[in-house]
Structures are given as structure tokens and as C-alpha cells.
T-cell receptor, first 115, second 112 residues
Framework: GENVEQHPSTLSVQEGDSAVIKCTYSDSASNYFPWYKQELGKRPQLIIDIRSNVGEKKDQRIAVTLNKTAKHFSLHITETQPEDSAVYFCAASTDYGGSQGNLIFGKGTKLSVKP | NAGVTQTPKFRVLKTGQSMTLLCAQDMNHEYMYWYRQDPGMGLRLIHYSVGEGTTAKGEVPDGYNVSRLKKQNFLLGLESAAPSQTSVYFC???????????FGPGTRLTVT
């Protein structure tokens, strides 16, 4: 089955710096890669996702890149702000087969943005 | 539009007791999921459903059962609770496979 590895587990940056979180996946059939943000005590919420037919996607200060050959994808946050402090989870899934739509999550990255 | 709701928010059980967690969504989504979240482990899929009347096992299904009698509801049951089932449980729903999953607020369960 699919396995998703996420690094680093903790990341501390100064406000205004960039943050990068990397994930690798094992199943070449995976074709959907979302990123979720979870603030302390809250539910996970989707911040950006990418499908396997594109290599990069941006939404304001957030971008995700995908390298299908190497089976890795990354989240980039520019001009970080204190409100970006949270735990970020990457995930992977496929849309066919018996486990279609099932997200396999990485173990999370706790991002701290220091003012 | 409430989105995804879960009841109860908190619960303490003794080992061997049973309980049911209720998830409800008002977005007419076909797919529903139950996850557990443990420190340092991320979110792990327990069971899921791709439509009314269907259920299937996820990564960590042992000790849990589910039912999807109505499209808007997805129930998670613990027949005989164990301390290893102490966790935060999240329900989620999505329109279809590989679409955004919307999460409920979570249920914090402690088994003593």
C-alpha cells in the first residue's frame, strides 16, 4: 500500500522568511496530493492540492510542487506570518482501484513562525 | 449550512464499555471517512464509505465497526473499548474520490 513520509517534523522560522515542507510517496498510482493545515485544537483544513497532471500550483503565498519521477512533492510558504503557525499534513491518494479516494497522510510538520 | 458535525465532543469510557460516535454532513457528499489522530502519527483512516449502504476498511479498522444507513450520517462504533483506542476521532466527507475532504470538529475519547 501507499506510504507517505514527511520532513521535517518541526520547523521554526522567523516572520517573513520562507518555509518548505517535503513529502515522498511510494505508490506510483497516486495522483492527488493535498495539503492540510491544522491549528491547535482545531480540525484539519485543506490549504492547497495538486493533481498529477501538473507540476506546480500557487495560491497567493502558498505553492506546491510535484515531481512524479522522484515521487516527491513539497509545500512552499513565502513571507511567513505568525498565523501560519500550525501543523501541516501532506497526503496522497488515487482515484481508481479498491482504495480510491483514501488519503494516506504524512505524520505532520509543526511550523512555528517567530515574530 | 453546518458542514460536518460530530457528537459527542468529549467522552470518557471504561475498558470494555461500548459507544457510538455520530457524524453528520449536510453537503450531500457521497464519500465519508473516519480517522483517528494520535500524537506524532498523523491521521489514520479507520473505515470509509463511498455511498449510502456501503462501508469498507481503512488502515486501522480493528476494534471498530461502522454503518451508513443514511447518506448524511456515518456512525462509528466501539463494541468493547480498550485504552489503545484513546485518541481524537475525526469524521470527514467529500464529493467524490480525490476531492477536498471536509473535516468535523473531532471527538476526544479517553478510555481508562
Amino acid at each position: 500500500g501507499e506510504n507517505v513520509e514527511q520532513h521535517p517534523s518541526t520547523l521554526s522560522v522567523q516572520e517573513g522568511d520562507s518555509a518548505v515542507i517535503k513529502c515522498t510517496y511510494s505508490d506510483s498510482a497516486s495522483n492527488y496530493f493535498p495539503w492540510y493545515k491544522q491549528e491547535l485544537g482545531k480540525r484539519p483544513q485543506l490549504i492547497i492540492d495538486i493533481r498529477s497532471n501538473v507540476g506546480e500550483k500557487k495560491d497567493q503565498r502558498i505553492a506546491v510542487t510535484l515531481n512524479k519521477t522522484a515521487k516527491h512533492f513539497s509545500l512552499h510558504i513565502t513571507e511567513t506570518q505568525p498565523e501560519d503557525s500550525a501543523v501541516y499534513f501532506c497526503a496522497a491518494s488515487t482515484d481508481y482501484g479498491g482504495s480510491q479516494g483514501n488519503l494516506i497522510f504524512g505524520k505532520g510538520t509543526k511550523l512555528s513562525v517567530k515574530p | 449550512n453546518a458542514g460536518v458535525t460530530q457528537t459527542p465532543k468529549f467522552r470518557v469510557l471504561k475498558t470494555g464499555q461500548s459507544m457510538t460516535l455520530l457524524c453528520a454532513q449536510d453537503m450531500n457528499h457521497e464519500y465519508m471517512y473516519w480517522y483517528r489522530q494520535d500524537p506524532g502519527m498523523g491521521l489514520r483512516l479507520i473505515h470509509y464509505s463511498v455511498g449510502e449502504g456501503t462501508t469498507a476498511k481503512g488502515e486501522v479498522p480493528d476494534g471498530y465497526n461502522v454503518s451508513r444507513l443514511k447518506k448524511q450520517n456515518f456512525l462509528l462504533g466501539l463494541e468493547s473499548a480498550a485504552p489503545s483506542q484513546t485518541s481524537v476521532y475525526f469524521c470527514a466527507s467529500s464529493y467524490s474520490a480525490n476531492y477536498e475532504q471536509y473535516f468535523g470538529p473531532g471527538t476526544r475519547l479517553t478510555v481508562t
